[in-house]
T-cell receptor
Framework: DQQVKQNSPSLSVQEGRISILNCDYT??????FLWYKKYPAEGPTFLIS?????DKNEDGRFTVFLNKSAKHLSLHIVPSQPGDSAVYFC?????????????FGKGTKLSVIP | EPEVTQTPSHQVTQMGQEVILRCVPI?????FYWYRQILGQKVEFLVS????????KSEIFDDQFSVERPDGSNFTLKIRSTKLEDSAMYFC???????????FGQGTRLTVV
């Protein structure tokens, strides 16, 4: 049951160019979305999030876009740097009383080529 | 910068043995979680813990699993009788409030032989 889908397992981008990572979701109850970056042998590191009341959130080189009607979000990294090479996970949650759990996609491995 | 710490980084255990994975969440956080990632698969939610009780758990979190906050700083995951399919990376996470970004530890690689 893939409620969060990242259909591209890998992406290669030249340094300085834009990286666009995509994520689709099926559960219309999701209302909070996050992107995490993960290096080998480390835990996921939070990058940026967006609430369903917004369609864009920007933090430095990272921008997340949310298209609720299409149930699609994307992460843009501009300009891409070699240190951005990692696996990027899209995650989503439903705002519920008492706790929340994250549902992750399978990840996209980004390689930024110098 | 505050961080979530997990010990051990790698645990090898025999099938049927009990294991305890330990985590120290960020000190002012109120919600605690365990996730796992089987090799090659996605990160999966196991359980969330708030106010000294389980608030939510997934189908994976069966009777073989338990969590505990034995003191003011540690948060543990116990697997009572490990199975081969429990081999995975186990991540602890914490959040200050509900629906805020979760901070993850570096993970414990559990290998059941």
């Amino acid at each position: 049951d893939q409620q969060v889908k990242q259909n591209s397992p890998s992406l290669s981008v030249q340094e300085g160019r834009i990286s666009i990572l995509n994520c689709d979701y099926t559960n219309s109850m999701f209302d909070y979305f996050l992107w995490y970056k993960k290096y080998p042998a480390e835990g996921p590191t939070f990058l940026i999030s967006i609430s369903s009341i917004k369609d864009k959130n920007e933090d430095g080189r990272f921008t997340v876009f949310l298209n609720k009607s299409a149930k699609h979000l994307s992460l843009h990294i501009v300009p891409s740097q070699p240190g951005d090479s990692a696996v990027y996970f899209c995650a989503a949650s439903v705002d519920g009383a008492g706790s929340y759990q994250l549902t992750f996609g399978k990840g996209t491995k980004l390689s930024v080529i110098p | 910068e505050p961080e979530v710490t997990q010990t051990p980084s790698h645990q090898v255990t025999q099938m049927g043995q009990e294991v305890i994975l330990r985590c120290v969440p960020i000190s002012n956080h109120l919600y605690f979680y365990w996730y796992r990632q089987i090799l090659g698969q996605k990160v999966e939610f196991l359980v969330s813990f708030y106010n000294n009780e389980i608030s939510e758990k997934s189908e994976i979190f069966d009777d073989q699993f338990s969590v505990e906050r034995p003191d003011g700083s540690n948060f543990t995951l116990k697997i009572r009788s490990t199975k081969l399919e429990d081999s995975a990376m186990y991540f602890c996470a914490s959040t200050r409030y509900m629906n805020t970004e979760a901070f993850f530890g570096q993970g414990t690689r559990l290998t059941v032989v």
